[in-house]
C-alpha cells in the first residue's frame, strides 16, 4: 500500500490539526506509524507534549464563543457536509485505516460507513435539543430549563475502530455548540487526521476541531487535557485502569466525564435457542476484528444439552470460513493483531487456559509465516472460572467456551466480573430471554444477535465498564448542562 493507490491523495495527512492549520509538534520530534501486518514503515506524525497540547486547549477556547452562538441548524448543516465527505471518499478512508489498523478492507469500509453515521445522526439532533416548562410550586415563578454546551471538550479515543471512535465523540460535542481537542491514538493516528481534512473541507471553523498526536508523550497529553481549567469535559474509550486515572487527574478540576471502559462479555447459549443462529452470532461477535473490540464474545457460556453440538458446530465454521492475511487481500477474512503486546496475552491465555484443563479445538498458535503480529484464530473447551481468560478481557481471536447447567449458575458466573459493558444471550422463550436480560450487570445486552452496535443505539457500560452513553438521543446530553431560568412576578393581573 502506497499513497499513490488512494483517490486523493491529499486525505494522507502527517501533522496535527490546530486552529485550522497543519502543524509540528514545537520539539520537531516525531513517532513512526506501522503496518501491524508487516511492521512496514507508513509514516511519521508529531510527538505533542503539554505545551503543544496547551496550544490547541486556547485554540478551541478561542473557538467556543462563536461556535456556541451558532444555531442548532447551523451546526446540523456542518456536521451533514462532514458527514458527505465521509460517504464521498469511503474508499480511501477504508484504505487508511486497512493500512494502519490491519483490520480487512470488508471491515474497514463497513466502520467508514458506521463512523459517518454519526455525523449524519448528531447533524438530526443539532437542532432538537429541548429544554422543558416546568410548573413551579411558589405562586407567581414560571420555571424552565435550556441546554447549553459544556465547553471546551477533550476526547481520548483507541485504535481499534480509528474512525468510529472519534467520530462517536466528536459529532455529539459539535451538535450541543462544543469545541474539540481529540487525542488521536498513536497506533492509528492517520484515520484521525484524514478526518480532520475533510472538517476543513466540510467548513468547520478553525478552533472548533483540533486533532492532536503523540507517542511518548501520551501521559502528557492525558495530563494536560485533564489538568487544564479550560477543558470542561473528558470522554475516554480505553482500558480501566487508564480511565481510573483520568478520572483521579481530572478530579481536581471536576470535570464532566464519559469513560468507556474494559469489557469481558458473556455470549450465553440456552438449550433452546436456535443453534445456527447462535453459532453465527458468536461467530460474528467473537471474531470482529480479530477480536479486538470491547463488547466481542471474551466468555461463551453453552448449556450442556447443547455444548457438544455448538463446539462442533462453531469450531467447523471458523474452520471453513475464516482466512487468515493481509487486510488488502480480497479473500482475507481476519487480519493482524494491533502489536507484540497484543500478540503476547493472547498466547498468555491460551497457554494458561491449556494449563488448567481446557482443550484445544483450533488454532492456539501465532502465524510468523504470515507477518509478526498474526495469531490463528483460535477455539478453546471445556473452559472454567479458574483460568486466566475468564477473569481478564483477551481482546485477540481466541473463542473459549464454556458449558452450564442452569439459569441462575450461568448469570451468576456471567455477573462474577468487575465489569459490565455488554452481554449477548441467544433463546427463544421470551420469558427466560426477560428475566435474564434484566439480571445481567450489564450496559448493553444482544439478544438473538452478535451485533449491538448502531448510532441510534444508547452505548457503555456499567461497574468498572464505565459511565455515561455514546451514540442515540442520549449521546449529545454527556455535552451539555441544563440550565434552570426561574422568573418571578408572573402572577400579576393585567394591566388595565
Not at 459544556?150 to 481499534?160: E, F
Request: proline share 5%; net charge neutral.
Amino acid at each position: 500500500m502506497t499513497t499513490a493507490e488512494l483517490k486523493d491523495p491529499s486525505l494522507f495527512k502527517k501533522d496535527c490539526y490546530v486552529n485550522g492549520q497543519w502543524v509540528q509538534a514545537a520539539s520537531r520530534r516525531t513517532f513512526e506509524v506501522q503496518d501491524p501486518a508487516s511492521l512496514a514503515h507508513i509514516g511519521s506524525c508529531p510527538e505533542f507534549g503539554a505545551e503543544d497540547t496547551e496550544r490547541a486547549i486556547a485554540a478551541a477556547a478561542t473557538a467556543l464563543p462563536a461556535f456556541r452562538r451558532t444555531t442548532g441548524r447551523e451546526r446540523s448543516r456542518m456536521l451533514r457536509r462532514w458527514y458527505q465527505l465521509m460517504i464521498d471518499h469511503a474508499d480511501d478512508l477504508a484504505k487508511i485505516i486497512t493500512w494502519e489498523n490491519g483490520k480487512p478492507l470488508s471491515e474497514a469500509k463497513a466502520e467508514v460507513s458506521y463512523a459517518a453515521g454519526f455525523f449524519e445522526w448528531f447533524s438530526e439532533e443539532a437542532p432538537r435539543t429541548y429544554g422543558d416548562t416546568i410548573p413551579a410550586t411558589i405562586a407567581g415563578h414560571r420555571v424552565l430549563t435550556v441546554k447549553q454546551p459544556v465547553g471546551v471538550c477533550g476526547l481520548i479515543t483507541p485504535w481499534n475502530f480509528p474512525a468510529a471512535m472519534i467520530s462517536r465523540k466528536i459529532a455529539p460535542a459539535l451538535a450541543a455548540g462544543c469545541t474539540v481537542v481529540a487525542k488521536a491514538p498513536s497506533e492509528t493516528p492517520l484515520t484521525a487526521l484524514a478526518l480532520a481534512e475533510l472538517a476543513q473541507r466540510a467548513g468547520i471553523p478553525p478552533g472548533v476541531v483540533n486533532v492532536v498526536t503523540a507517542d511518548d508523550q501520551t501521559a502528557a497529553v492525558g495530563q494536560t487535557l485533564t489538568s487544564s481549567a479550560t477543558v470542561q469535559k473528558i470522554s475516554f474509550t480505553g482500558s480501566t485502569a487508564v480511565g481510573q486515572l483520568l478520572m483521579r487527574q481530572s478530579a481536581g478540576t471536576l470535570k464532566k466525564l464519559s469513560l468507556e471502559l474494559g469489557g469481558n462479555a458473556a455470549f450465553i447459549v440456552f438449550e433452546d435457542a436456535d443453534l445456527t443462529a447462535a453459532v453465527g452470532g458468536a461467530l460474528a461477535s467473537k471474531f470482529r476484528s480479530s477480536g479486538q473490540t470491547c463488547v466481542c464474545a471474551n466468555r461463551i457460556y453453552v448449556q450442556r444439552a447443547v455444548y457438544d453440538a455448538f463446539c462442533d458446530r462453531f469450531t467447523a465454521a471458523v474452520q471453513r470460513d475464516f482466512r487468515l492475511g493481509s487486510g488488502f487481500a480480497l479473500d482475507t477474512t481476519h487480519g493482524p493483531l494491533i502489536h507484540a503486546d497484543a500478540l503476547r496475552k493472547v498466547q498468555q491465555h491460551v497457554a494458561d487456559a491449556r494449563a488448567h484443563g481446557a482443550r484445544l479445538l483450533l488454532g492456539g498458535q501465532p502465524r510468523p509465516d504470515l507477518g509478526p503480529t498474526f495469531f490463528a484464530p483460535t477455539v478453546l473447551a471445556d473452559m472454567h472460572g479458574a483460568m486466566q481468560l475468564a477473569r481478564e478481557e483477551t481482546f485477540g481471536p481466541v473463542a473459549a467456551i464454556f458449558p452450564f447447567e442452569t439459569e441462575a449458575q450461568v448469570v451468576r458466573l456471567a455477573n462474577e466480573t468487575e465489569v459490565g459493558l455488554a452481554a449477548y444471550l441467544y433463546a427463544r422463550d421470551l420469558a427466560r430471554v426477560g428475566r435474564v436480560a434484566e439480571a445481567l450487570d450489564v450496559g448493553m445486552v444482544g439478544v438473538n444477535t452478535g451485533v449491538i452496535s448502531d448510532v441510534a443505539a444508547p452505548f457503555g457500560g456499567v461497574k468498572f465498564s464505565g459511565f455515561g452513553r455514546e451514540g442515540s438521543k442520549y449521546g449529545i446530553e454527556e455535552y451539555q448542562v441544563v440550565k434552570t431560568i426561574t422568573m418571578g412576578g408572573m402572577d400579576q393581573p393585567l394591566l388595565r
